[in-house]
């Protein structure tokens, strides 16, 4: 497996999909947005979680790097609380801010459809990831949630 794991298959078949929800409700739906919030409401709210998936982002791509050019398991830093943090970053902040900031109702089957894609790759990764790292994988990912924190 590349140093870009799933990244790739997991980018392109989500732009592909929203892509066509925006040309759906552009086309077809105009008249289904979240009119009911404030666009102001809307615009920052988006723009925090855009901010913060962008820098969810880049802390978990700096130590990635650093520890695949270095054949070792990152388990620290955002690792530390989550498997898959960059995944993580484009579902759960970075696409939904979009979302909010376009205001489109269809545009909120973007992250499910994400969500879904993901947990469908996923296996292939963190397979190479077991056989790679062995035990020590195994135990990461025990007391590490994949996307969201384990609270227990």
Same mark, same amino acid.
């Given at each position: 497996m590349?140093?870009?794991?799933i990244?790739p298959?997991?980018?392109? #078949? #989500?732009l592909?999909?929203?892509?066509?929800?925006i040309?759906?409700a552009?086309? %077809?739906?105009?008249?289904?947005?979240?009119?009911?919030?404030p666009?102001?409401?809307?615009?920052?709210?988006?723009s925090?979680?855009?901010v913060?998936?962008l820098?969810l982002f880049?802390?978990a791509?700096?130590?990635?790097s650093?520890?695949?050019?270095h054949g070792t398991l990152e388990? /620290?830093?955002a690792?530390?609380?989550v498997?898959?943090?960059i %995944?993580g970053a484009f579902?759960?902040l970075i696409v939904?801010g979009?979302?909010?900031?376009?205001?489109?109702?269809p545009?909120?089957?973007?992250p499910?459809f994400?969500?879904?894609?993901?947990?469908r790759?996923?296996?292939?990764?963190?397979?190479?990831l077991e056989?790679?790292f062995?035990?020590e994988?195994?135990?990461?990912r025990?007391?590490? /949630?994949?996307?969201l924190?384990?609270?227990?």
């Open positions: 590349s140093r870009w794991g990244g298959a997991f980018t392109i #078949s #989500s592909l999909y929203g892509g066509v929800v040309a759906f552009r086309s %077809y739906a105009p008249g289904w947005r979240l009119a009911f919030i666009e102001t409401v809307t615009t920052l709210g988006g925090i979680l855009t913060a998936g820098v880049t802390a791509v700096v130590p990635l650093r520890a695949y050019k388990t /620290g830093g690792y530390a609380y498997r898959h943090p %995944y579902i759960c939904p979009i979302v909010i900031v376009t205001r489109s109702v545009a909120l089957s973007v499910i994400m969500y879904l894609v993901f947990h790759l996923i296996r292939a990764e963190e397979q190479y056989e790679k062995g035990e994988y195994l135990e990461y025990r007391r590490v /949630g994949a996307l924190p384990k609270i227990f």
